[in-house]
């Protein structure tokens, strides 16, 4: 009966499309992945302007207006008219602390895109997984409710001493209870689909998926995941702030170039150099707060490794727990549990009789809901382990 159980769990799952097509149609599809994608070509080309200089300011200037006749440019042989274009030059290291800066960012949001996608993956693996867990206790319940059935249909045709009123009463329960079951798990595998459907982007009416036997693994080991590396690229993003701080704490030099034209003299050029001064201390209090960010985002660092080490523990621990109970439910109880039930079955003799007979399917539908229970589990938590690590066990 074991394997014919395992049959019926598995029978819906025989058709449709594949986690890993779901998966990889996500990869292409997904919007907010796309979304992620915009931002990471959008941060390429903030590189790309990185080490441009400031655009230069063109202005137009006039001397000697009258007040009484503003328009008049011939009034007196002074009056000039002035065309400028002004360019302000780069401190000392400022380009390359902007090249640094921009860097990092690009380099960032490659980490969140990564980051991002696993998410997704974790998201559509466990979705995947709870889908086929309600599928198998769907077909569980639905054998289950069929033994039942046939047990009652028996009892009653056979009109006999051996069934009696209260055995009769309890398979009528357990029936009853096994269709609210079935009704409750059937409600639950549409908003199932709708969000693997939501995640890939595109319409699945259902999923092939088949789950081998929970094994016990060796115990990873936590490596540069992309939350990692993003946490470490926002540590070097402050350093390279405060190296632009320091940059912009500097005098910020600019030349002026400019063309007089006058009416009744030779025309002539007149340069200018300037530069802009740090005066007021915005500049030491900018380096101030960049170094604070600094000690900020190392400390953010230290505490997202120690928080993903925490989640590595707790990941592999659950797998291990639901990989053991899962061992000793299909290795142990449940064959032992399935002789126990030919044998009750085929030694009927009377009312009581029966009711172990029937108390020891229900036993053995609960140790059934458990195994399935533990296989899926497993899976949920291999998932989110594989999203920390980055990698496939």
């Given amino acids: 009966m074991y394997r014919l159980i395992v049959a019926l769990g598995l029978a819906g799952l025989l058709q449709g499309m594949t986690l890993e097509e779901i998966i990889t149609h996500a990869k292409a599809h997904n919007p907010a992945l796309k979304a992620q994608t915009l931002t990471r070509d959008?941060?390429?080309l903030a590189l790309r302007t990185a080490t441009l200089w400031s655009d230069p300011t063109l202005s137009i200037g006039l001397n000697d207006i009258p007040v009484d006749d503003p328009?008049?440019?011939?009034?007196e042989p002074m009056q000039t008219q002035t065309l400028s274009l002004t360019q302000a030059l780069p401190a000392w290291g400022l380009l390359e602390a902007q090249k640094a800066l921009a860097s990092l960012n690009q380099r960032r949001t490659s980490h969140e895109y990564a980051s991002q996608e696993l998410q997704l993956i974790r998201q559509i693996k466990q979705t995947a997984v709870t889908l086929w867990k309600m599928e198998s206790l769907l077909a569980l319940t639905q054998s289950y409710s069929t033994i039942i059935d046939q047990r009652i249909a028996l009892?009653?045709?056979s009109a006999s001493q051996n069934a009696s009123h209260a055995a009769m009463m309890r398979s009528q329960l357990t029936l009853y209870n096994l269709k609210r079951s079935q009704i409750a798990l059937h409600n639950r595998i549409a908003p199932l689909l709708a969000e693997l459907k939501a995640y890939a982007n595109m319409?699945?009416?259902?999923?092939?998926?088949?789950?081998?036997?929970?094994?016990?693994?060796?115990?990873?080991?936590?490596?540069?995941?992309?939350?990692l590396q993003k946490s470490a690229t926002l540590t070097q993003s402050a350093q390279a702030k405060r190296a632009l701080a320091q940059a912009q704490a500097q005098m910020q030099p600019f030349?002026?170039?400019s063309y007089n034209q006058r009416q009744n003299f030779s025309d002539y050029l007149s340069v200018a150099l300037g530069a802009k001064i740090p005066l007021y201390g915005?500049?030491?209090?900018?380096?101030?707060?960049?170094t604070l960010d600094i000690a900020i985002a190392q400390a953010n660092q230290t505490s997202l490794?120690?928080?993903?080490?925490?989640q590595l523990e707790r990941y592999y621990s659950a797998m291990q727990e639901h990989a053991q109970n899962y061992a000793v439910l299909v290795q142990e109880s449940l064959p032992t549990l399935q002789h126990m039930i030919e044998l009750a079955g085929a030694s009927i003799k009377n009312s009581d009789s029966l009711m172990q007979y029937l108390l020891l399917?229900?036993?053995?539908?609960t140790l059934n809901q458990e195994r399935i229970e533990h296989m899926a589990q497993f899976y949920i938590e291999k998932a989110s382990l594989e999203a920390l690590l980055n990698k496939e066990l």
């Fill in 42 to 44: 959008k941060s390429t």
């Fill in 71 to 75: 328009l008049n440019r011939g009034a």
């Fill in 155 to 157: 009892d009653a045709s």
């Fill in 203 to 227: 319409e699945i009416s259902s999923l092939q998926l088949s789950l081998p036997a929970p094994v016990m693994i060796p115990k990873p080991t936590l490596s540069d995941n992309p939350e």
């Fill in 255 to 257: 030349v002026q170039a």
């Fill in 282 to 290: 915005a500049q030491e209090d900018a380096i101030e707060q960049s």
């Fill in 305 to 310: 490794s120690n928080s993903q080490q925490a």
């Fill in 361 to 365: 399917l229900e036993q053995q539908f």
